[in-house]
């Protein structure tokens, strides 16, 4: 949140950001098809060996689960991303195509894990409709329906996972499509010889892109990477009828995207592009992550949504209520207590939603932040990485 300054980056790097700012408003079709029902069918896939895109990233996220879970991130990274934010280079011991992340945590204890796969290797199964990642993850199906099956820190899930076609497209370009689908799920955890039924309302993310690897062999050095600095994804159910989407994504510590979509049941998503984003308070220490990178993460924020009169519409203040579990990239997946504030209807709404944070800022400004950041020798959370 522009805190701190950027890491250093390369002149390619600065002109890249540059150009993004320039073109990106002119190419970004992501609120016209944010307003459409979704109908691209064929796009959702894994890209292995594509000729053009090069990355492709699959998430489920499940923001309002029950005691002890609270949320559940599920999100498998196929190939590199390029992104600043994104690429875990200390996880990457394969060519950037054959590189695979997957990430899933809940609020339970220490239930964060983060692991790199060979997409090539005998651990990574692959077909047209499979795709197994060692024994924690199995993602099988078609949209509009998936089945889940994960293992990971003593916790065993499955899902039956239906899709919608109510989209919120955070970018729609020539280069890069993301976008976030309703989807509705039924299953079960174990947990300590405990099993949790469970159903409801959650997210599908999809992503492809094709990056400078799609040409480039070899990764790409920090400084050279796409200057994509800040990112925050949240996720509310605010009723049995609608769901709020906030995202903010800075590039160069320049917006790019920055949005609220309201979506309904009835598949109508409305789009706001007058958001205000703000922390109201931040922890008391920045957070070392296991690859020895600060971030000072938030313990309260606020948004506001206005109308096209200039008008408050909505406002959520939000704090945190879980561990932050690192592995969103360079960032962090946590839970968090809301309230919606609707000055349409005069009404209030409390609930608990999901929150990812990314902010990566140079690092010698904010080691020494405060100053008792001397007693922070260790990482937050243990964290399996293999």
């Not at 689908?181 to 039924?197: A, K, W």
Request: aromatic share 14%.
């Amino acid at each position: 949140m522009n805190l701190f300054s950027l890491p250093k980056l390369s002149p390619r790097a600065e002109l890249l950001a540059k150009t993004l700012h320039h073109l990106t408003p002119l190419v970004d079709h992501s609120t016209t098809f944010s307003r459409q029902i979704f109908q691209q069918d064929a796009m959702i896939q894994p890209y292995f060996d594509h000729p053009f895109y090069s990355c492709t990233r699959y998430g489920f996220n499940f923001p309002h689960l029950p005691s002890p879970l609270q949320y559940l991130n599920i999100s498998a990274i196929l190939g590199t991303t390029g992104l600043l934010c994104y690429d875990q280079d200390e996880l990457q011991h394969t060519p950037p195509r054959k590189n695979a992340t997957v990430f899933m945590s809940t609020a339970f204890e220490s239930s964060a894990l983060l692991q790199h796969y060979a997409l090539d290797g005998d651990e990574v199964v692959h077909t047209s409709n499979k795709m197994l990642f060692g024994r924690e993850l199995l993602i099988e199906g078609h949209y509009p329906e998936f089945e889940l099956k994960a293992h990971f820190q003593g916790i065993e899930l499955q899902f039956k996972i239906d899709v919608s076609r109510q989209s919120s497209w955070m970018m729609k370009t020539p280069l890069y499509d993301d976008l976030s689908l309703v989807m509705h799920y039924e299953g079960f955890f174990h947990i300590q010889g405990e099993r949790y039924p469970v159903s409801g309302t959650g997210t599908f993310e999809f992503a492809r892109a094709a990056t400078p690897n799609s040409l480039l062999p070899h990764p790409l050095s920090l400084t050279d990477k796409v200057p994509v600095n800040f990112v925050t994804y949240q996720i509310i159910n605010l009723d049995d009828q609608s769901q709020l989407i906030l995202s903010k994504i800075d590039v160069a510590a320049k917006s790019m995207s920055y949005k609220a979509y309201i979506r309904h049941k009835s598949g109508l998503c409305e789009v706001y592009d007058n958001v205000e984003f703000s922390i109201v308070e931040y922890q008391d220490k920045p957070t070392l992550s296991p690859f020895g990178q600060y971030t000072l993460l938030p313990k309260s924020f606020e948004w506001k949504i206005f109308n096209q009169n200039q008008e408050p519409y909505l406002m959520i203040k939000a704090k945190i209520s879980s561990t932050f579990q690192y592995g969103v990239g360079l960032g962090y997946a946590a839970a968090f207590e809301f309230e919606a504030i609707d000055h349409l209807y005069s009404c209030h709404r409390y609930g608990q939603g999901y929150l990812e944070y990314i902010d990566v800022v140079e690092q010698t400004e904010i080691c020494p932040y405060p100053d008792a950041i001397s007693g922070l020798t260790q990482p937050q959370q243990s964290i399996p990485i293999i």
